[in-house]
């Protein structure tokens, strides 16, 4: 036993969650700490993605999970390698606002969250400034503080909803600068930002290096977190596969879990953890594309593929009988009309709902310890409600707008985010863990990331996220 090596700290995963925790651990702890990063992905380079673009995304049919679904067309898709999901997203970075932590008191649905607003607004300051996010003067949410950089120009169409709905209609806040920022070159303005083409997007890999060249973390990659060792309120160890499905064991007196909702609750029903609600609830938000042909206005002049974030459609009025929604407008390359001189006459909408966690929807196991299966039976009630006034409600905000058609997608997707599953809460009862990402079973362990979020909200998670691990690292300093 005393040739064991033992850590201060074992994180597992490298996404937003992970890395903003490790990042502020390690600006507050001692020069002489241990700490082990296992990763389930290899370290791959800006090419390998730029090569791989269509096929790097996890979605149930590569064998990464069992995705069972009843009636639905519902993927869950996420990115697997260093970095996590900074790899994978668009860069869009809006904030929280203060009702989507009170759902249940202000809109009688859902949860509210043990925190609010005022709780994450100064962390929300510290993660735009380390991601250098470039957003309006205005916003939703009740900041107090500039962004960091200008922000993107918005395009034709936007202008003019813009104008309509001006305390409602924003530049969206985004990862891609509009300026020449630490070594990141300014937004190309391409459309292609899944894989951003010039790696100018913020991701862990070209912005957080220094977290993992510190000469205190060790990082092994290619290795599969299955279970934690725990006994008498304490993770003694963890759990791991190699590439050869060769099982390890590392021992540390701090753990943190910061891999995405499914692989969070898998690896604490293998564990075992005492608390009935862990993997129950996981919930994504639901989404659709509106698209709208205009009448003589080409849509040009602005910037990169997601332009503005719209809220019309999340009004308090609203948000008490159905689902509220966020509108998002979309610039890709192979957005144009097929029509001579209305090619460029065409704007796109992707209008993203939220939705309560249903305890039906949940992670459990399967016979291969490194494959959870995803059980997703249906959106709830209250979404459901707002799909059905999606029509006449956009009916409404383009009525006297220069439009000549609009046509809805017929399928709902996901928007690329899900949560749930160890969700926060104020007691054992209620959640898996407290206000700082703690468990209530288990003293050494933070369990990070979106699957701690009691709801979806309406927004992108990816702030949240970083603020809510900024956050849970203080924590641990003080008192």
């Not at 900074?86 to 932590?101: I, L, M, Q």
């Not at 034709?156 to 985004?174: E, N, Q, R, T």
């Not at 304490?234 to 791991?240: E, L, S």
């Not at 996901?414 to 054992?428: D, N, P, V």
Request: with cysteine; charged share 25%.
């Amino acid at each position: 036993m005393s040739n064991i090596k033992y850590y201060d700290l074992i994180c597992v995963g490298t996404g937003f969650a992970s890395s903003f925790f490790l990042k502020r651990f390690l600006e507050k702890s001692k020069k002489n700490i241990k700490v082990l990063v296992l990763e389930k992905g290899a370290n791959k380079t800006h090419q390998w993605y730029m090569d791989n673009h269509k096929h790097h995304l996890s979605n149930g049919k590569n064998g990464v999970f069992v995705n069972y679904t009843e009636g639905y067309n519902k993927s869950w898709t996420f990115n697997i390698g260093f970095g996590g999901g900074s790899y994978a997203w668009h860069g869009v970075t809006p904030r929280f606002d203060k009702n989507d932590f009170k759902l249940k008191s202000t809109y009688s649905y859902g949860l509210d969250w043990p925190i609010g607003y005022n709780d994450l607004e100064s962390y929300y300051d510290q993660a735009e400034a380390i991601m250098q996010i470039a957003g309006p003067k205005e916003s939703y949410a009740e900041r107090t503080t500039k962004y960091p950089l200008k922000p993107h120009k918005m395009y034709a169409f936007d202008k003019i909803l813009k104008k309509k709905f001006a305390d409602k209609f924003y530049s969206v806040p985004s990862a891609k600068p509009t300026e020449n920022v630490k070594g990141r070159a300014t937004c190309c303005n391409s459309g292609v930002c899944r894989v951003c083409p010039i790696d100018s997007k913020f991701t862990v890999n070209n912005s957080m290096m220094d977290v993992y060249n510190d000469p205190r973390v060790e990082i092994r990659f290619e290795k599969h977190v299955t279970s934690l060792d725990i006994e008498n309120h304490k993770v003694k160890a963890v759990n791991y596969l190699d590439k050869e499905k060769v099982e390890h064991k590392a021992y540390a007196n701090l753990f943190s879990l910061g891999a995405n909702p499914i692989f969070n609750s898998h690896i604490l029903v293998q564990s075992q953890l005492d608390n009935p609600l862990v993997g129950k609830g996981i919930v994504d938000q639901r989404s659709t594309v509106c698209e709208v042909d205009l009448d003589g206005i080409d849509n040009v002049g602005g910037s990169t593929n997601i332009t503005s974030i719209g809220y019309m459609l999340a009004t308090d009025d609203m948000r008490k009988k159905y689902a509220g929604a966020i509108i998002l407008s979309y610039t890709i390359p192979d957005n144009i009309r097929l029509e001579q001189g209305k090619y460029l006459q065409r704007a796109r909408l992707v209008i993203q709902f939220e939705d309560l966690p249903q305890e039906q929807n949940h992670v459990t196991i399967t016979d291969d310890p490194k494959v959870p299966k995803v059980v997703y039976l249906g959106h709830s009630e209250y979404t459901q409600k707002g799909l059905d006034k999606l029509h006449s409600n956009m009916k409404t905000i383009f009525t006297g707008l220069p439009i000549e058609k609009v046509t809805f997608d017929k399928e709902l997707f996901g928007g690329g985010h899900m949560y749930g599953g160890t969700i926060m809460g104020t007691s054992k009862s209620n959640s898996v863990v407290d206000i700082n990402l703690r468990s209530h079973d288990v003293d050494n362990l933070f369990v990070l990331g979106s699957s701690t979020f009691p709801s979806t909200a309406l927004a992108n998670p990816t702030l949240t996220i970083t603020a809510l691990s900024l956050r849970a690292a203080d924590s641990l300093f003080k008192g």
